[in-house]
C-alpha cells in the first residue's frame, strides 16, 4: 500500500508538539511516541561515557535529540545520540551539521523497524562513519558502518574512536545494561 502523503523536512517541522517525534526519511513519516525510562537511562549512561571520553578530543561535540538533521528536502532525522565537529556545532545551525561522525539509536518497540533498516540505510548513504544501534532489552549493539551489508554485533564492549584519535573509547556493555 502506497503511503497517502510524501513527507518533506518543512512538512514535519510543521507538526504538532504532541510528545510525539516526528521523522521523515525519504518522504516516509515516522512517529515516535515518548521513550521508555528503560531508554533514558542506556541512553544517559552512553551520554555520559562519550562526554568524559570527548573531554580528551575537544574538536568533537556530542548532542542529542530534539534535532534537526536535514540533509535533503525529504528527510529530517532526530537522533537519539550523535557527534559532530565541534566547529559544525558553533555555528548554532542544525543546517550545518553535515558530518556526523556517530549516531546512536536506542531501539524501543516502535523504533525498531525504522532504526534498523530506512534510518540505517541513509545513515549509510551519507557516509556516516558508525552507526550503533543499542538493543536495551538484549543487552547487544549493532555496529554499522556505510559498506556493511551486515552489523558487527557486540555483546560484551564498544569501541569506538573518531577521526584522528589514536585511543578508542572503550564501553563496557555490562555496565552499560546493568540494573539500576
Do not use: C
Amino acid at each position: 500500500m502506497a503511503a497517502p502523503v510524501y513527507y518533506t523536512a518543512e512538512m514535519v517541522r510543521k507538526l504538532p508538539e504532541d510528545g510525539n517525534r516526528y521523522e521523515t526519511v525519504h518522504g516516509e513519516l515516522l512517529v515516535t511516541p515518548a521513550p521508555r525510562m528503560w531508554h533514558q537511562v542506556v541512553l544517559e549512561r552512553l551520554r555520559d561515557a562519550l562526554k568524559v571520553y570527548l573531554l580528551r578530543h575537544p574538536e568533537w561535540f556530542i548532542l542529542s535529540a530534539p534535532a534537526d538533521i536535514s540533509p535533503g528536502p525529504d528527510v529530517l532525522v532526530q537522533p537519539d545520540l550523535f557527534v559532530v565537529p565541534l566547529q559544525e556545532a558553533r555555528t548554532l545551525d542544525w543546517a550545518r551539521l553535515s558530518h556526523l561522525e556517530l549516531v546512536v539509536e536506542v531501539l524501543s518497540d516502535t523504533t525498531a523497524r525504522a532504526d534498523r533498516f530506512a534510518k540505517r540505510w541513509l545513515y549509510q548513504d551519507m557516509g556516516v562513519p558508525t552507526y550503533w544501534i543499542v538493543d536495551a532489552d538484549e543487552h547487544f549493539v549493532e555496529i554499522w558502518t556505510p559498506e556493511m551489508a551486515l552489523p558487527v554485533v557486540e555483546h560484551e564492549r564498544l569501541g569506538w574512536s573518531p577521526t584522528g584519535s589514536s585511543e578508542p573509547l572503550l564501553v563496557s556493555l555490562a555496565e552499560l545494561f546493568r540494573p539500576l
